[in-house]
């Protein structure tokens, strides 16, 4: 038996294993019994109506630990992975307490710079930005405040997306396996391991967070998700596995919600620190659209970033620039689309008063 194909048989094994820990550890968090089975009871700015387990993100980050772990001795160190599990545990840690106790915000916010700063301290720092047909070499300090900015408004965006049965969860399974088939790609096993390890993790708790949802992820699974995902896209592009946009296509979905969603609100002079329902999401499910529905319109949207992702990474700069232009656009009709919805219902809930 060759190397590579041991490599993969013992990677089967490591992903097997970091999905039976999420699945069994997320199973036992579902039993009232358990000490970790804490409850999220609804709100006025919730759409669930039952309260429910909010402390899934446990199973997820214990289980992808468990497989970076596995990997480090069957594998070696190598030269990030490290770090990367540093800033993850001190992220689900510090998450962990504020799901529990309650953080203020800037007790949260320095938290993400320490986890960003320990990244780019590493070394995850993204020198250039490229476009299909241009490219831009940054100063290291343009590239140091670029990348720590992306890390932490990816952890804090991540954290607004988490609002909907299967929706954070479905995005880590469909995002982390695409950037995996990326490390593939380009010969990176560590990479694609790295990142089907946390997709592995995210599909264990996923079994259970599909609507109706038996619990939910809470800050310490959609945080840290939010980390490993700014993480490896900057990873991915400063070492030449994809281009930085491609991996900003594949988690687009979440990406373009979150951004047009927050820029809003601060037009509008809005608390942006604040919970609401407000996201594009949360309309179309207030909209009698449901979660299941919803979820699964926005799963064949991920699904369609990460093909086209790939399809177009692999072709000349003039596709990649018309795959670009479409999802910029399919983005602004859909969310007008979304708004008449939200409307008509609005509309017609009036009437029947």
Same mark, same amino acid.
């Given at each position: 038996m060759g190397i590579s194909e041991m490599f993969w048989i013992g990677s089967a094994i490591v992903l097997l294993a970091t999905f039976a820990v999420s699945a069994t550890i997320t199973r036992n968090i579902c039993n009232p019994a358990s000490r970790l089975h804490v409850l999220d009871h609804p709100n006025e700015r919730s759409l669930h109506t039952h309260p429910t387990p909010r402390t899934g993100g446990v199973a997820i980050v214990t289980a992808a630990l468990s497989g970076f772990v596995m990997l480090i001795l069957w594998r070696g160190m190598g030269d990030f992975l490290p770090w990367l599990i540093l800033s993850t545990i001190i992220m689900s840690v510090l998450s962990y307490i504020d799901d529990h106790r309650g953080l203020s915000v800037p007790v949260r916010l320095l938290g993400h710079w320490v986890c960003a700063g320990i990244l780019v301290i590493a070394g995850l720092v993204l020198s250039s930005f490229s476009l299909p047909g241009a490219a831009w070499l940054w100063p290291v300090w343009a590239s140091i405040v670029f990348s720590l900015l992306f890390v932490i408004w990816m952890v804090n965006l991540y954290n607004f997306m988490d609002g909907m049965d299967g929706f954070a969860g479905g995005m880590a399974v469909i995002g982390f396996a695409t950037?995996?088939?990326?490390?593939?790609?380009?010969?990176?096993?560590?990479?694609?391991?790295?990142?089907?390890?946390?997709?592995?993790?995210?599909?264990?708790?996923?079994?259970?967070?599909?609507? %109706?949802?038996?619990?939910?992820?809470?800050? $310490?699974?959609?945080?840290?998700? =939010?980390?490993?995902?700014?993480? /490896?896209?900057? *990873?991915?592009?400063?070492?030449?596995?994809? %281009?930085?946009?491609?991996?900003?296509?594949?988690?687009? %979905?979440?990406?373009?919600?979150?951004?047009?969603?927050? /820029?809003?609100?601060?037009?509008?002079?809005?608390?942006? *620190?604040?919970?609401?329902?407000?996201?594009?999401?949360?309309?179309?499910?207030?909209?009698?659209?449901?979660?299941?529905?919803?979820?699964? $319109?926005?799963?064949?949207?991920?699904?369609?970033?990460?093909?086209?992702?790939?399809?177009?990474?692999?072709? %000349?700069?003039?596709?990649?620039?018309? $795959? /670009?232009? =479409? *999802?910029?656009?399919?983005?602004?009709?859909?969310?007008? /689309?979304?708004?008449?919805?939200?409307?008509?219902?609005?509309?017609?809930?009036?009437?029947?008063?």
């Open positions: 950037l995996s088939l990326f490390g593939i790609l380009a010969g990176n096993e560590q990479y694609a391991v790295i990142c089907a390890i946390t997709a592995t993790a995210a599909a264990g708790f996923l079994w259970f967070n599909f609507p %109706p949802a038996r619990i939910f992820m809470g800050d $310490v699974g959609s945080s840290t998700l =939010g980390l490993l995902a700014a993480a /490896l896209s900057l *990873w991915g592009a400063r070492d030449g596995i994809f %281009p930085f946009w491609a991996a900003v296509l594949v988690f687009s %979905p979440f990406i373009a919600d979150a951004t047009v969603t927050l /820029l809003q609100r601060l037009w509008r002079g809005e608390r942006i *620190w604040q919970a609401h329902k407000k996201h594009y999401y949360q309309q179309l499910v207030q909209a009698g659209w449901g979660h299941r529905r919803t979820v699964l $319109v926005q799963y064949v949207i991920m699904f369609s970033c990460g093909a086209t992702a790939l399809w177009g990474m692999l072709k %000349p700069e003039a596709i990649q620039i018309v $795959v /670009l232009v =479409g *999802w910029l656009l399919f983005y602004c009709v859909f969310f007008f /689309l979304v708004s008449q919805i939200t409307k008509r219902h609005l509309n017609d809930s009036q009437k029947t008063r």
